[in-house]
T-cell receptor
């Protein structure tokens, strides 16, 4: 089945640091990638949708200048949390989909971000 | 506002029993429906997808969809302790119906 690799799986850093998370589709071309955030005991909340070669579309309430998304190729999207603060600590999960197929979204393993 | 509703549980069933998980959704235009399983600290794993009214079976799992009632369910037969997890219902929406909106999930506990 489709494999989506997400890296790093876990990061701890100081407040004010910027953190980059990578999401790669390993065996298919991901025309569309999605970034989610999940707080403890809550469901996944979509942050933004990125299409290869174009600007990401952010959901209401998500700061595009804080959460920078780049989808430069059909296999790689990155999320950069700029000037991270403790309230940004969460579980960030990417998913990818080949829009030309009927396959649903496949999720990466997630990145647990802890800001001290 | 797009909404997907699930009972948060926990739903407790004994090993070998049938677990029944339910989900309702608000957008009548939704066309694709998914059940994901999420273990604690892990990302969601796709269990079932269903696109048309009726039942769809895959091994011990059966998804049921009723678009008129805006209702989708997941039955797990012969439940095992390893099935203990949170089950997320997801429904597509948005331009081109690419996006997924998730319910809050139902926690399932299967006791040996």
């Amino acid at each position: 089945g489709a494999v989506v690799s997400q890296h790093p799986s876990w990061v701890i850093c100081k407040s004010g640091t910027s953190v980059k998370i990578e999401c790669r589709s390993l065996d298919f071309q991901a025309t569309t990638m999605f970034w989610y955030r999940q707080f403890p005991k809550q469901s996944l909340m979509l942050m933004a949708t990125s299409n290869e070669g174009s600007k990401a579309t952010y959901e209401q309430g998500v700061e595009k200048d804080k959460f920078l998304i780049n989808h430069a190729s059909l296999t790689l999207s990155t999320l950069t949390v700029t000037s991270a603060h403790p309230e940004d600590s969460s579980f960030y999960i990417c998913s990818a989909r080949d829009i030309t197929s009927l396959q649903p979204q496949h999720f990466g393993d997630g990145t647990r971000l802890s800001i001290l | 506002q797009k909404e997907v509703e699930q009972n948060s549980g926990p739903l407790s069933v004994p090993e070998g029993a049938i677990a029944s998980l339910n989900c309702t959704y608000s957008d009548r235009g939704s066309q694709s429906f998914f059940w994901y399983r999420q273990y604690s600290g892990k990302s969601p794993e796709l269990i079932m997808s269903i696109y048309s009214n009726g039942d769809k079976e895959d091994g011990r799992f059966t998804a049921q969809l009723n678009k008129a009632s805006q209702y989708v369910s997941l039955l797990i037969r012969d439940s095992q302790p390893s099935d203990s997890a949170t089950y997320l219902c997801a429904v597509n929406w948005g331009t081109g119906f690419q996006k997924l909106v998730f319910g809050t999930g139902t926690r399932l506990l299967v006791s040996p």
